[in-house]
């Protein structure tokens, strides 16, 4: 841009700056502080006052939460900025990297402020990095909507639906045991079920099978852990079964999904979807890890069972072939991963435009104030397809005050201005961190083939 540009769109309502800006800007400084008041409809101008990250375990999961506090006494927003497999680190980025880079900043700038932290760092993307950033874009969302006196959906284009229809989580150490478990879903209203069940002596995922949970996760588990062992071949043989058994016992009602988290190779995830397309599944996520995206295109030239895909992606440059190319149904992103609501929101206006829906990862590593950004942005987005879970404890409840409620399988916004969450933090801190080392989840990273070659993930 043209420096006579700059200095046009300045004084007539653009950018404000922070100190570090103001100190570089030379010339352009005095006008950086210049700002239309007709822009704001005669709201004043608020700066970042400081920013904090609160970590907190109410329900066995490390949350990363983060507290914007703005000039205006009373008036903050919240973030997730949950990693919970490097909750310190996100930490650091945060209070040491984006805290001083930030304060000052006009809390109305969350474009400019997601973009000039992205490059911050001069090295982007990358979970630690974008959960940060996460941490304040979600916040500063929470501001703007309640300087709106609006829930945060009404600022993303007001509602297209009355709630978000949610997935329960059914799990079994056998087909019986699943099958139970299912039942206790449609009994609390879900019309979605994701199902996983066991494979006798392996380390299945979702399942209450012989996993880490099993294991103490202080001991170094090293190749090969007798009780972490992986084998995709009877895996792919029990699926099948699986939805053959549920079928006949449940009918054909019930929104069937499954997760197959990585674990097979191109010809059994081929094989697999081929045979499971007789059974009508919602959706069958991340049959293949993010390092093997061309996968999908072969996958999607042979059958027709519905894919989701994107739970552990970072950048939106992983996204656009699968979407662009119409080789998933529904995308998995975590959204506190790729930076938080601003960068989910192109995402999902992109999905539009070529039949992809939204399902959000959403299990207990999404802190509630996840939760109600993604809820937000489903009830204004026409290409909404699912929402994970939404089901808070009570201690979860406890800490995090106006989660959204849960009825006969949908989840429904609180109506309060914002999020519509309050974190109340000295509840949070009845919740510490337990003292470490382990301080992360030893499931991942430790799941071996019977070789030892270590499983992704
Ligand atoms: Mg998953």
């Excluded at 490059?119 to 990095?129: A, D, I, K, T």
């Excluded at 549920?246 to 009602?253: A, F, H, N, P, Q």
């Amino acid at each position: 841009m043209e420096r006579r540009e700059v200095l046009r769109w300045l004084t007539t309502g653009g950018a404000t700056a922070g100190p570090m800006l103001l100190s570089r800007a030379g010339p352009l400084a005095s006008l950086w502080a210049q700002e239309s008041p007709s822009s704001m409809r005669g709201l004043p101008s608020l700066k970042i006052k400081d920013i904090n990250t609160i970590l907190t375990q109410p329900n066995e999961m490390r949350l990363v939460i983060v507290k914007v506090s703005t000039t205006e006494p009373g008036l903050h927003g919240w973030g997730c900025a949950t990693f919970t497999q490097r909750a310190y680190v996100v930490q650091t980025a945060v209070e040491k990297y984006l805290r001083p880079f930030l304060i000052g900043r006009n809390v109305d700038e969350i474009e400019d402020i997601w973009q000039s932290s992205y490059v911050s760092s001069y090295w982007r993307n990358g979970p630690s990095l974008f959960n940060a950033m996460s941490g304040v874009d979600m916040a500063l969302w929470d501001i703007k909507a309640k300087r709106a006196n609006m829930p945060l959906y009404q600022l993303l284009g007001g509602k297209c639906r009355f709630a978000a229809s949610c997935y329960y989580h059914a799990s079994g150490r056998d087909f019986s045991e699943l099958e139970e478990s299912v039942r206790k879903g449609m009994e609390l209203g879900y019309r979605h079920v994701r199902v996983q069940a066991a494979v006798p002596g392996l380390a299945s995922y979702g399942s209450a099978s012989i996993d880490s949970s099993a294991r103490n996760e202080t001991e170094n588990a090293g190749p090969t852990d007798p009780k972490a062992i992986w084998d995709s071949a009877p895996y792919v043989r029990m699926v099948p079964k699986m939805f053959e058994y549920l079928r006949s016992k449940i009918g054909d009602e019930l929104e069937l999904l499954h997760d197959v988290h990585e674990r097979v190779s191109l010809n059994e995830g081929i094989n697999l979807c081929k045979q499971l397309e007789k059974y009508r599944l919602f959706f069958l996520e991340d049959p293949f890890p993010p390092e093997e995206n061309d996968h999908f295109r072969l996958l999607r030239q042979q059958c027709a069972t519905p894919i989701a895909m994107g739970e552990l992606f970072n950048s939106l440059h992983e996204h656009v072939p699968l979407i662009s190319n119409r080789l998933i149904d529904y995308v998995r992103t975590h959204i506190s991963q790729i930076g938080g609501l601003s960068m989910a929101r192109k995402i999902a206006i992109l999905c539009e435009f070529f039949g992809v829906k939204t399902a959000w990862h959403g299990p207990a590593d999404a802190s509630p104030v996840a939760h109600a950004a993604q809820l937000a942005l489903e009830l204004a987005s026409y290409n909404f397809g699912i929402h994970e879970g939404g089901h808070f404890p009570p201690e979860t409840r406890e800490v995090f005050k106006g989660c959204p409620e849960t009825r006969n399988g949908y989840l429904y916004a609180n109506e309060a201005p914002g999020h519509g969450i309050e974190v109340d933090e000295k509840v949070a801190a009845k919740f510490p961190f337990p003292a470490g080392p382990p301080h992360f989840d030893y499931r991942w990273g430790t799941v071996r083939r019977r070789d030892g070659t270590v499983i992704r993930p």
